[in-house]
């Protein structure tokens, strides 16, 4: 990416002719300077971080930023791609997919300012990783190289490699998600859609504790990708239910069923991802089909602004916001 600075830099220092002559600039350029938020209000302090992958077509690196759009911080740095960025549950470290061991990806963990990366994993292709609400142990997606796909659990205390689920040649349903509060688990089900012969897939809630099995959407569409508020009192999903194939709306519902809303239009692809505000009130979203940024949606209101503005020869994906 370090081309792409040579080219904007230029904008940036003209736009700082333009600044209150009692406002300092440093000369020197850095990675807040390299991209422009979308709005300019104050720097937020102290801020809860999304972190995010930027690439530009021929590497890409794990950044993170305020919600604001400043404070913009390359946290990797390296030629070779480093992706998938996941924070643990206290905030303080990062796990995430890299190529920099080679040809097949791996998982990493380093702390929230990019210090102290350590290699996880050794073995097969590995990626998509996420926390356990427990802290000690990280999810992640393993492919055989050849058709099989399944989840593994990796130990941060023992480093012990355990299976998580069965290996399939489906490599998209069989993700799962722990809600914020370790008690109950989130997943897409093909029950429904094995009765009814349909193509439809559910969002189902299990308790943990009693292991009853709820399902929260029932139609005869696609409802993807499950993930927590961090009160672990409602889900963001997203659905074909407004009856476009391969177009999906966010949505969102409460724990119990109740409260279903629609907070978009349907304009994401399957790759959407989705991750709540640590207090609820927006949703920051990436991998849309028709876009090739990140947007913060509020959830009450379905207003959308764009977390920055990017150069044509960049792209902005998997946002995960710091709990």
């Known amino acids: 990416m370090k081309w792409v600075i040579a080219v904007i830099l230029l904008m940036f220092f003209t736009a700082c002719e333009s600044l209150p002559a009692t406002q300092e600039v440093d000369a ?76 097949a990806s791996h998982i990493y963990i380093m702390d929230a300012d990019g210090k102290f990366p350590q290699r996880l994993t050794e073995d097969y292709e590995n990626d998509r990783p996420f926390w356990l609400p427990n802290g000690h142990e990280i999810a992640f997606r393993t492919y055989d190289g050849g058709s099989l796909w399944w989840w593994r659990i990796f130990d941060l205390d023992t480093y012990q490699v355990t299976d998580l689920s069965s290996p399939t040649e489906d490599y998209f349903y069989p993700a799962q998600a722990w809600s914020p509060d370790g008690q109950y688990l989130a997943y897409m089900s093909l029950v429904e859609q094995e009765a009814r012969n349909d193509g439809s897939s559910q969002i189902h809630v299990k ?51 109740s409260g279903l809303k629609r907070v978009t239009e349907p304009e994401f692809s399957v790759n959407v991802v989705g991750t709540w505000s640590p207090d609820g009130q927006e949703i920051a979203l990436g991998n849309s089909a028709a876009m090739q940024n990140i947007y913060i949606v509020k959830v009450e209101t379905g207003e959308v602004r764009k977390l920055l503005e990017l150069p044509d020869e960049v792209s902005a994906s998997s946002p995960a916001w710091q709990p």
Do not use: H
Request: some cysteine; aromatic content about 10%.
């Open 28 to 103: 020197t350029p850095t990675e807040q300077e390299i991209l422009t938020p979308s709005e300019t209000p104050l720097s937020q302090q102290g801020c809860k971080k999304i972190a995010m992958v930027l690439t530009d077509g021929a590497n890409s690196d794990i950044y993170t930023i305020c919600p604001d759009g400043s404070e913009l911080v390359n946290l990797t740095d390296q030629w070779l791609a480093d992706f998938d960025p996941a924070w643990s549950p206290d905030g303080k470290r990062i796990a995430f997919a890299t190529l920099r061991s080679g040809n």
């Open 207 to 257: 308790n943990l504790s009693t292991s009853i099995d709820t399902a929260l959407t029932n139609d005869i569409w696609a409802n993807i990708s499950p993930f927590w508020s961090k009160d672990s009192q409602r889900l963001g999903f997203f659905s074909e239910r407004d009856g476009i194939y391969d177009l999906f709306a966010l949505y969102v519902i409460n724990l119990d069923g």
